[in-house]
């Protein structure tokens, strides 16, 4: 019984130091998430092409300079106030279904120790390890309660309790990257431009470096994501400018 015991833990020590060797391996490997990064890029680029289309739309409609930048200014203010407030309710609502979802488990924990220490045993057996290893993994894991929810909780649900995101900081993240993205076409004018091409040159180099920036979390060279943003943001405002000279004439 001693050598069984014996090689149990030896097996133990073993497993843990292979899962430390993979998690050690794992640091070279690129960003699959994007991180912080991913959300602030795509949230700028977002205020940026969707600022310049409505900016172009109404430039189309041959209005004066003055509603030109009431407009960038209220589709800024608009947009990331919009953007804020959506974040901030996905995110909440996201928050507490997982909330929920963890007080089932502690409960259930809290109930049925042995049932859920049984389960976690046959989620290591379905990961092909030793049936007895297994359980006495299990078992150790098992001891203290917040740990055990910890783990039912990444292997049941892929969350991890300590690390749920703020629908605060989610609002606040989302507002500051869009406002950011849709101040670009609107600076030139309040900089004292009365025509639109700087506002459209601040807004392909804006595009150009976003795509360039998203290249960072992706297979893609930076020029080329760079010039295929430049390149949709352009159709954008090609397509809402022509639509807002055809609706200027139709109007007037």
């Known amino acids: 019984m001693n050598e069984h015991l014996g090689d149990t833990r030896m097996a133990i020590i073993e497993t843990e130091a292979a899962l430390h060797e993979a998690h050690r391996d794992n640091h070279t490997h690129r960003d699959v998430n994007g991180?912080?990064?991913?959300?602030?890029?795509?949230?700028?680029?977002?205020?940026?092409?969707?600022?310049?289309?409505?900016?172009?739309?109404?430039?189309?409609?041959?209005?004066?300079?003055?509603?030109?930048v009431i407009t960038g200014l209220a589709g800024l203010a608009a947009g990331a106030f919009s953007m804020a407030a959506g974040e901030y309710t996905s995110v909440a609502s996201q928050r507490e279904l997982v909330e929920a979802e963890l007080d089932v488990e502690r409960r259930e924990l809290r109930k049925h120790p042995q049932d859920e220490e049984r389960e976690l045993a046959l989620l290591y057996e379905a990961r092909g390890v030793e049936p007895a290893l297994a359980g006495e993994v299990a078992r150790q894991l098992s001891r203290d309660p917040e740990q055990a929810l910890e783990i039912h909780a990444r292997e049941e649900l892929g969350i991890d309790p300590g690390d749920l995101p703020s629908?605060?900081?989610a609002a606040v993240s989302?507002?500051?990257?869009?406002?950011?993205?849709?101040?670009?076409?609107?600076?030139?004018?309040?900089?004292?431009?009365?025509?639109?091409?700087?506002?459209?040159?601040?807004?392909?180099?804006?595009?150009?470096?976003?795509?360039?920036?998203?290249?960072?979390?992706?297979?893609?060279?930076?020029?080329?994501?760079?010039?295929?943003?430049?390149?949709l943001g352009g159709a954008a405002a090609g397509v809402t400018y022509a639509l807002g000279s055809f609706f200027g004439s139709a109007v007037g």
């Open 35 to 68: 991180g912080w990064l991913r959300p602030a890029v795509f949230g700028a680029m977002d205020g940026l092409v969707s600022n310049l289309a409505l900016m172009t739309g109404v430039a189309g409609g041959d209005v004066s300079h003055r509603t030109v």
């Open 167 to 169: 629908p605060v900081v």
């Open 174 to 231: 989302s507002f500051g990257a869009f406002a950011l993205g849709a101040l670009l076409p609107v600076l030139p004018y309040l900089l004292g431009a009365a025509a639109l091409w700087p506002a459209l040159l601040l807004a392909a180099l804006g595009l150009f470096a976003c795509g360039a920036i998203v290249a960072k979390v992706t297979a893609r060279s930076w020029w080329f994501s760079g010039l295929r943003q430049l390149a």
